[in-house]
């Protein structure tokens, strides 16, 4: 009889470990999940903001730069966004803007608008709907004479 009741002492001795060692797996799973992502954010937020500072304060390299001879984008002549760059950086090939900005595996999107939100120009492809980490850089610059909002999205898939 001793022997039966050792036993059944082992199996819900096992069962409560089993259990207390699934719970603290999952929440180390859980936190380790959300301090990677919180991790990936405040990248990507800084990437934001070093980019649009990039491609709204300098020329780029070169200063006169066109889609065949770009190393180093960037959108302003005189403190201005430069319409012509604009034109150019929009219609650039997607791939090769997302490696001269060094983005590795994230898109972008960028938009040139007013102040009431009409769109002087803007990248393809707009952001994703199963993206899992938007980061929004908004900025306000002079283009053409008018005040106009500059937005550039960083995302991950």
Do not use: C
């Not at 069962?15 to 959300?34: D, E, P």
């Not at 791939?95 to 040139?112: H, M």
């Not at 938007?134 to 995302?155: H, N």
């Amino acid at each position: 009889m001793k022997g039966q009741v050792w036993s059944f002492d082992l199996a819900v001795s096992m069962i409560i470990f089993i259990g207390a060692l699934a719970s603290v797996v999952f929440a180390w799973n859980f936190m380790s999940t959300g301090a990677f992502e919180s991790q990936e954010m405040k990248s990507l937020q800084l990437r934001a903001l070093g980019i649009s500072d990039s491609l709204l304060r300098t020329p780029g390299i070169p200063e006169d730069w066109n889609s065949s001879n770009v190393i180093v984008l960037g959108l302003a002549t005189d403190g201005l966004l430069d319409r012509q760059k604009v034109e150019q950086f929009i219609s650039m090939d997607h791939n090769k803007t997302r490696q001269l900005l060094d983005l590795g595996g994230y898109e972008y999107y960028f938009e040139v608008s007013d102040i009431n939100g009409t769109v002087y120009n803007n990248t393809l492809p707009s952001i994703s709907p199963d993206a899992k980490i938007i980061v929004p850089s908004e900025r306000y610059a002079t283009y053409e004479g008018r005040a106009v909002k500059v937005s550039f999205v960083i995302w991950s898939e």
